[in-house]
């Protein structure tokens, strides 16, 4: 399944390729989870070891626990998978040379830019956090004397690490088609034969298996990478190794034409499988973070989150397939918004926290209105700052024309933290999709998607 090559006019419109609504879907929903997993976070019993994280409420929730465990587990397997089935398609409709000079403006110039802007704001946020808990009171703006229980894993990329592994996964993607593309007949031959054999392992129903091995035997040797968290500004061979795998299972998904249409039969069993693998990891994963496990016991839970990660990943997409045949107005405007979701949300989502933690509600109201409240201001900042402006072409290559939303600017509210905008901001967001008359299909820009 490949795309028609995108075409680009003047930055104010589109480029025009196919849309596939399913996973437009899935990315808007996993852009949701993803503030919802960091909205979680000051509220576990269990929190990620490894993790400075500016507030921490004094009664922690065990189902906050579980929501957020869960997500930890599939979220960043299931978007590197939709990144590389999205590479694959944006390399053969452009090319190498097209593709990788709109990765390295999406990736690796988004990264730059936005952790210059977004990173040190962060770093005072947590500051203000840890002022506000009383564990530490910086003497001087260098802030030199960070106690080292906090500075040690303050320092690096923080959320954009996904970024950098995405871009190094875009070279190496790149550089394969390139080179295979100038082999000896013979030799390329072979590599069709070799390639027929791994697009028919698209079609079984026991696709979800493949990752699970390396997966596993990554995870028993570091299972750092999804049982707490790196904060390096290089990339963490380890979590390169164990994300690759998704990402170029992914590429391998997208050369198959019918490979999604088969995958559509299995979501149920898939996510009914998922979930009891995760009900059986949960205690597990609780048990290692109080006390990391060793030998068996260590091994037995890698392989319960490979099977999990697989299993719910290939699940999510089958139903999504399935069950979004059709464009949904508000589900492409969270698709297009995803991007600038992920960059922005994280000092929102931790400046609520830090208001919240102490408020006297019970637990898991506040991991509700943290996430609603960060997701609606992150919307908010999007339609009226980004989806117009430069902002908005630079991050998607296009910008939507102000002209489309004019009647339905005077309906937008002032942006608040209040949860009662969500849905207000989702039906603006329907009604300006109704008034873009240009086309129902164009090119997908979202978290992982095209440029």
Known sequence: MQAASPERTDGQSPPKCNRLPGLDALRGVAAVLVVLLHAGIPYMSNPFPHLVWPARDAQPCDYVDAVTWC???????????????????QLCARGGRCFLAARTRRLLYTQFVAGLAILPICLWIWVMGWMAEGRFIPKDILLNDIPSELNDDLWGTAHFWFLQNLYIYSLLLCGIHCWTRQLHPRHSERLSRLMGVIDGTSMSALKPLLPVIPGALILYYDPRIVLGFYQSFFPIISKLGYYAIYFFLGATLNRNGEALARLSQYGKTYLLVAGVLFAAALPRICEHVANPLTGVPLASLAGLLALFASFATFGLIAMFVRLVPTGNPVTRYLADASFWVYLIHLPMVVLIQIDMVKLPVPTFVKFLLTGVGALSLALATYHMFVRTT??????????????????????????????????????????????????KSHGTHSLGGTT
């Open 71 to 89: 997500s930890e587990g599939f979220l960043m397997p299931l978007f590197f998978v939709l990144a590389g089935f999205f590479a694959q398609m």
């Open 390 to 439: 430069w902002v908005g072409e630079f991050l998607n290559g296009y910008r939507v024309p102000r002209l489309a939303l004019a009647s339905v600017a005077p309906a937008i509210p002032a942006p608040a933290l209040a949860p009662e905008l969500a849905a207000p901001w989702l039906t603006i967001a329907a009604r300006d999709l109704r008034t873009d008359t240009r086309s």
